[in-house]
């Protein structure tokens, strides 16, 4: 007689030592029961970034396969699904073009920044818009000693309008209406260099070039340079996974411990993702 459950029937090979978890074994469009959940929960923290392919799923079961992770956040720039707006849509070709070319890690401008993503590909270029990830605990760990404990006792300053610019997302009268709300409700926020993970213990590099602006205890040239030096560093590839996306395919990641790249390769293609986005906690 067999006992095994939902549970047992996941399957996580890992794409790297480093990052990257390929899963088998669960459709995103039902409901998780509590042992596939926490199975799901611990290969987050043990691989950063899951991948399933193959997934099926309307924008609500999106966002009731993410919103059993925590509670969604709202984006206030980004276009949402009709009816459902916690799921944000990247829709980009020549008239809208890519604008998450850079390393960051998602929402990071707020006092309590995602704890992860569901990022689901609608419709893809015919090669190309492959998205990259970092290891931010692994980056951290491969510093010098002397140098991650001076990196411990920094803060950094994560501004909404480094990667939301008025002159790209306020061109229009509606537009301009929304980019002022929502730069009056996302005003710079301070956050820990060096991030303690809420649930693992493990320390990561919290700082990312599509927000941070500043290191609050060093002078601008010396806040400059760390930040020079540390952007170049997690982008070394020893760190990273990069996927090429299948249609249907979902990535979910651990927003705590990466930052990640979308290539801008496919022009004049369009790409279409959809996303939704669970809330964390404060970082320490
Ligand atoms: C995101 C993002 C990456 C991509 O959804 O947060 O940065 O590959 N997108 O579209
Ligand atoms: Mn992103």
Redesign the pocket.
Same mark, same amino acid.
């Given at each position: 007689m067999s006992n095994r459950t939902i549970a047992d029937r996941i399957k996580i090979d890992a794409l790297s030592p480093v990052i990257g978890g390929l899963v088998e074994g669960v459709d995103l469009a039902r409901p998780l029961d509590a042992a596939s959940r926490a199975r799901l929960g611990q290969a987050l923290l043990d691989h950063k970034v899951l991948f399933f392919e193959d997934q099926t799923i309307t924008p609500q079961q999106q966002r009731n396969f993410a919103a059993s992770f925590g509670k969604l956040h709202i984006h206030p720039i980004y276009p949402q699904v009709e009816d459902v707006p916690e799921i944000?849509i990247?829709d980009?070709h020549v008239d809208n073009l890519?604008d998450?070319d850079t390393w960051?890690t998602?929402v990071t401008f707020i006092e309590t920044p995602p704890l992860g993503?569901v990022?689901y $590909?609608k419709q893809l270029p015919p090669s190309g818009?492959?998205?990259l990830w970092v290891n931010n605990e692994a980056a951290f760990a491969a510093l010098s000693p002397a140098y991650r404990a001076f990196l411990e006792r920094l803060t950094a300053t994560h501004d909404f309008v480094k990667s939301f610019p008025r002159e790209r997302y306020a061109t229009t009268p509606s537009e301009e209406k929304k980019w002022l709300v929502a730069q009056a409700k996302n005003k710079p926020v301070k956050h820990p260099v060096i991030r303690t993970h809420p649930v693992s213990g493990a320390k990561g590099l919290f700082v990312n070039e599509g927000f941070t602006t500043r290191i609050n205890e060093l002078s601008a040239a010396e806040s400059r340079s760390v930040l020079d030096l540390l952007f170049a560093h997690i982008a070394k590839p020893d760190f990273q996974i990069r996927y090429r996306?299948k249609l249907n395919a979902v990535?979910m990641w651990d927003n705590r411990a990466t930052q990640?790249? $979308?290539?801008a390769d496919y022009l004049p293609h369009r790409?279409v993702?959809h996303?939704a986005?669970i809330l964390g906690d404060r970082p320490f």
């Open positions: 944000l990247l980009t890519p998450n960051h998602d993503s990022l $590909a818009g492959d998205t996306w990535a990640h790249y $979308a290539v790409r993702m996303r986005t």
